[in-house]
């Protein structure tokens, strides 16, 4: 295995106007098969263009002289007041975008102060992420092992890192099929030190072999495991199907978080996006809803609390932000998203994010046509 | 700040066969920052082209021998004769497009004989505009200001020209994400004199600080004190919700202006065509309906009419104008679109105005499909 | 005025495998106004794409084992028997496509043996017309003048040569708004002799203008004299709206010609196809339904049939066969377009034309996509 | 007739990441005809495109936690212990792809274990390809001859072989449309010994002249006839319309095999996905369904088991696979297709073919926008 380096980038980022412009920028930054590995999507990448293309199924219409002034966009979630309803998407490895890794995300999500997810795929290992996140909420991304013991060791230092919430993963019990990677012929070239005890080497892994020395028959008897063993709430994350609602919640899951993996799964399912408001309806607000998966803009993150998300996390565009700038990079992504949704929400009428909530989009029942993130047009004049 | 200058141009535009053709010509004759700020569009720009995308959500389907000829475009509207019900839409500081700006828009729209809209941003002062418009009727847009003593101000003098009716623009609290703007770092290079009490400086500010140094905290209050206070009708600008029209009412509006302000400040919003409908079945003839954002084309003035529009605002297609040909070519695009409208009325079997407002469109179920304004496909043969 | 050459092609075409290549083919033999004027449609050009993208609105589903086996194109009509019920449709001055103009069309036609609509138009006289036609029935399509004495004198001539019926041109009393044309500054390099009464100057004329010279004024009232002067069946030509079918059945109309003009008219409204099965609901079988504008296959033949037409007029395929092979050239387009039909009718398991009229097609609630006649797509392997 | 030379590659393939990968890459190595041939479809290619961006019509939502670990592709039918339910599909002249032809695909098929068809116009003939399958389920594809002595001594010879059933084929008593070919001026360069017999010439006939040789007039009565004189079941395949259903098993029809063949026979039809839920409701569990026409993708698979089918079948895939590596590439496009499939069961939520049969997909209501096989999109990273 050779030495591997990425970006080093600490600082502003400049000369970008919104998050498609920061993946054509991190593309230049990042190693090939490091930026493949974080760009793309599985099959066809149907659902990654459909998670984006989505938001454009419903619109924002706005309502006229609604007394709104310098809106709001703080909320409260579990005891944190926190400066938007944003929050840090859990993602693997981040050394394949910054040398300093989740100890620069961790850092610039403290920065804007919001939850930050480790991914048990970490390129740091837990106290490390802990200490740079300096007390922001921190949740923990779990990638259940086949070995109890290893699992259970695990969920001890996760609860002495004071760790409030864990996330089981419940869409990735396989790798997608990543031809990107397949093509780039991409290995993790970083090692995962929070679950080294179940890789069979230090780096060098391709994501099949990662996923599959997981755990692949997961069930709701896993959640109520989970739950019990290490006293925290439990986040399912990978829930589309409204149906699997009723006994997750059963299985004592303390909250729904709705994802289809950015599209790097199961290629050919609908957009998180499409699935929102029918997992809505199925929780119908007995416990919060987590959602993401092709959050690029501001309008976006309004949308989706307006179709029942409590919360709503950023994965690829954090990521270029920390290839690009570091920890302040990634504290600029979450500005700038920020901004964009402070604007639509003056416009829309809309004072603080209770009134997101209680907004009404209108169903739209034209194709949206074009993506809207083709850089032909968004540079058009 | 440098010294600022455009197209002097005067005269009759040659070669231009349709609103589209003159776009592509301005960018010529225009600054770039002049240009871009005029074209663009919010975000996206999603809200932009679905604006002239939304248009073929409705089909003309013409009625066969009618007994038709010669058609009468002329309308009446609040006592005055015009042309027709195509009026000059409020845009800010013609100046750049043309260094005569708001003097020779005024002179076109006096030559053609319809309403003419100046902006709180003009850039020439209120008695220059009155005096080039010789007569011919005038609106005002008021950008409210936070200080009630400067709107005092503004409408006392509003009143000494006689202006006949305020336009309250509701949907541009802050501005629209304008990236155009930002990529080419626009700022203002001309002077806004009707509003120079509430603007830190003559010239160099950016539409985000011009539109943050008014009001944002609109309300319909609002809309009460500026017909109390002025005596005027008052049209709220940017209506696309139904659900705002009676409170509106209520609040004393004169009229209902439908827009998204051309694209350019709600991204994600609907088409402005889109919501005509709902918002006319709302009004329910209680009040005049003017209709902007989108038209291109004779036919898009036939179907905002036929979809209860009173009168039809244009705007960039005139400020190209402008641009090319000044006064005589903000006549001929007013010309143009007439000329596009008599063909329509002849062929779908129509006489008059109040034959295209008993108009039944088709619904199209199909996808448009292309941007019909595809230059590729305009001049294919 | 100069000369005006074009092609004198006479002879089968070879190399061409449907008539979306005879277009690309044409383009390269008629002079470049004559080709435009052929080739393009009105405004944005939106119902001439959608008039071929509309066939995709309906699908043919096969039926299996139905005992067919070469299928039976022909037709009676009218008392006549005809090959097919494809016939020529109406149109102008085929001058500019082919020296031989109508001699060479009417020659193709009647070796095919079907149907020849002669324009008012037509840039050859009557008789010579009808002398090529060698007894193969001929109908004539009215461009009416304000002038009755000069109609009159028409009907007079048109029942001398034995024609057979009038088609009433009801969409089309002005020119529709062709762009292409005005781009190329297009005026008719040809005579017209058969309306050269009414006529300001034998060449040189614009579309514009020569509509303009006729009668623009036209009622059900016209229907109802053309029919009790001449004695002819009259079929009104450019009907779209159900509503009208009512008021041209009591003027006596006898038969209904649905059309809008290949798109050349009214730009925004809605394809031919689209509206055929709403007319044919409305006729409900009590005059035979012409169906034009968009057939550019055998499948398109076969949906329409199965929508309601007895006839299927053919325009600008046969213009293209004209200019590249003459008689022969044109007797080839309607014998390539056989040959289609008589695939679809074995695979679709449709016997006879009668059979076809009695097929369902099925509702396709998905959106085309693509153009079909792509050609990057068309000649992809 | 000069000799024809094609690809004599046996080995595994490398560099391929997906079956679209495969259809480029066989473009390398086949000559043009043949490659036209194998990859065109009939008229304007709609139904082709249509074949596979129908399977976006539905959408697979996945359930999370099920408990799912190694899902198991293996199926049973008629006794037989499959693979998978994927089987190869009967197609014309292998020799097209690969000098060894059947002999090498029946290989391959035998390898990777499931029923293989071969096609009366298969180049090899009937004892060479049985013995090649070593014991593997054959069946055979019917190309019914006017001839009824012929046909039952190619029955004769069918029963020789053990073959299992026999597969009438309802789409193809004349050619589809094939431009490709026309343009190509392709005709089959090698022999097809089991129709020799009713064949005129050995080789250089164009598939237009193979089809004509064959009987047209297919009724439901050859059901009859052949399901008497083999005794073997009868699958009858090109079913797309509901309503032939009833008829088709009162004839004794044993499955029903939906299929538009590979949209190379009747232009304009639905795709056959579309096609394939209306017909499994019509069969309602009375007899097998087999699905062929578009399959690119393990979840095409899952998403056709999901809608009904019962087997899957494999066209165009396999003979790449063929043409790139001879008997090891078919098999190793089967075992794409498979472990594509199971990453989709394990993600779904499903461990058997049995739950796929029991999933419900989701209705996409929305357009699926761009092929999903554009390679620009697929290597974007």
């Given at each position: 295995?050779?030495?591997?380096?990425?970006?080093?980038?600490?600082?502003?980022?400049?000369?970008?106007?919104?998050?498609?412009?920061?993946e054509e920028m991190a593309q230049k930054v990042m190693p090939k098969g490091a930026f493949g590995y974080v760009a793309s999507g599985a099959g066809d990448m149907f659902t990654l263009r459909e998670n984006?293309?989505?938001?454009?199924?419903?619109?924002?219409?706005?309502?006229?002289?609604?007394?709104?002034?310098?809106?709001?966009?703080?909320?409260?979630?579990?005891?944190?007041?926190?400066?938007?309803?944003?929050?840090?998407?859990?993602?693997?490895?981040?050394?394949?975008?910054?040398?300093?890794?989740?100890?620069?995300?961790?850092?610039?999500?403290?920065?804007?102060?919001?939850?930050?997810?480790?991914?048990?795929?970490?390129?740091?290992?837990?106290?490390?992420?802990?200490?740079?996140?300096?007390?922001?909420?921190?949740?923990?991304?779990?990638?259940?092992?086949?070995?109890?013991?290893?699992?259970?060791?695990?969920?001890?230092?996760?609860?002495?890192?004071?760790?409030?919430?864990?996330?089981?993963?419940?869409?990735?019990?396989?790798?997608?099929?990543?031809?990107?990677?397949?093509?780039?012929?991409?290995?993790?070239?970083?090692?995962?030190?929070?679950?080294?005890?179940?890789?069979?080497?230090?780096?060098?892994?391709?994501?099949?072999?990662?996923?599959?020395?997981?755990?692949?028959?997961?069930?709701?008897?896993?959640?109520?495991?989970?739950?019990?063993?290490?006293?925290?709430?439990?986040?399912?994350?990978?829930?589309?199907?409204?149906?699997?609602?009723?006994?997750?919640?059963?299985?004592?899951?303390?909250?729904?978080?709705?994802?289809?993996?950015?599209?790097?799964?199961?290629d050919s399912g609908p957009a998180s996006f499409d699935s929102l408001s029918l997992i809505s309806k199925a929780v119908d607000k007995r416990v919060p809803i987590v959602f993401d998966s092709g959050i690029r803009r501001g309008?976006?993150?309004?949308?989706?609390?307006?179709?029942?998300?409590?919360?709503?996390?950023?994965?690829?565009?954090?990521?270029?932000?920390?290839?690009?700038?570091?920890?302040?990079?990634?504290?600029?992504?979450?500005?700038?998203?920020?901004?964009?949704?402070?604007?639509?929400?003056?416009?829309?009428?809309?004072?603080?994010?209770?009134?997101?909530?209680?907004?009404?989009?209108?169903?739209?029942?034209?194709?949206?046509?074009?993506?809207?993130?083709?850089?032909?047009?968004?540079?058009?004049?």
């Amino acid at each position: 295995m050779t030495e591997f380096h990425t970006s080093t980038a600490e600082g502003l980022i400049s000369n970008f106007y919104n998050t498609y412009d920061l993946e054509e920028m991190a593309q230049k930054v990042m190693p090939k098969g490091a930026f493949g590995y974080v760009a793309s999507g599985a099959g066809d990448m149907f659902t990654l263009r459909e998670n984006i293309r989505s938001f454009e199924h419903k619109l924002i219409v706005p309502h006229a002289l609604k007394d709104v002034e310098k809106p709001d966009v703080s909320t409260t979630f579990d005891g944190n007041q926190l400066t938007s309803p944003m929050i840090m998407a859990p993602i693997a490895a981040h050394k394949l975008a910054n040398e300093r890794g989740e100890l620069a995300s961790a850092e610039g999500v403290h920065r804007y102060n919001t939850i930050y997810s480790i991914s048990s795929y970490s390129s740091f290992d837990l106290p490390d992420v802990t200490k740079a996140l300096q007390g922001t909420p921190e949740w923990f991304q779990f990638y259940y092992s086949k070995d109890d013991g290893i699992n259970r060791h695990i969920m001890d230092r996760v609860k002495e890192q004071g760790i409030k919430a864990i996330i089981l993963t419940a869409d990735a019990t396989v790798s997608g099929n990543r031809e990107t990677d397949a093509r780039n012929g991409f290995t993790f070239p970083v090692g995962m030190p929070i679950v080294e005890e179940y890789l069979a080497q230090q780096t060098g892994e391709s994501l099949k072999s990662i996923y599959g020395s997981a755990k692949q028959k997961l069930s709701t008897k896993d959640v109520e495991n989970i739950a019990s063993y290490s006293g925290l709430p439990v986040y399912v994350k990978g829930v589309e199907s409204p149906e699997d609602v009723e006994p997750l919640l059963a299985a004592g899951a303390s909250g729904i978080w709705v994802s289809n993996h950015g599209g790097r799964q199961l290629d050919s399912g609908p957009a998180s996006f499409d699935s929102l408001s029918l997992i809505s309806k199925a929780v119908d607000k007995r416990v919060p809803i987590v959602f993401d998966s092709g959050i690029r803009r501001g309008q976006h993150v309004f949308k989706a609390l307006a179709s029942g998300a409590d919360l709503v996390a950023v994965g690829r565009p954090a990521i270029y932000g920390l290839a690009l700038g570091g920890a302040i990079g990634v504290e600029q992504v979450f500005n700038q998203l920020t901004a964009e949704l402070e604007i639509v929400m003056q416009l829309a009428g809309t004072q603080t994010i209770a009134d997101i909530k209680n907004f009404d989009l209108r169903d739209n029942p034209y194709d949206p046509g074009v993506l809207s993130n083709d850089p032909a047009r968004l540079k058009l004049y």
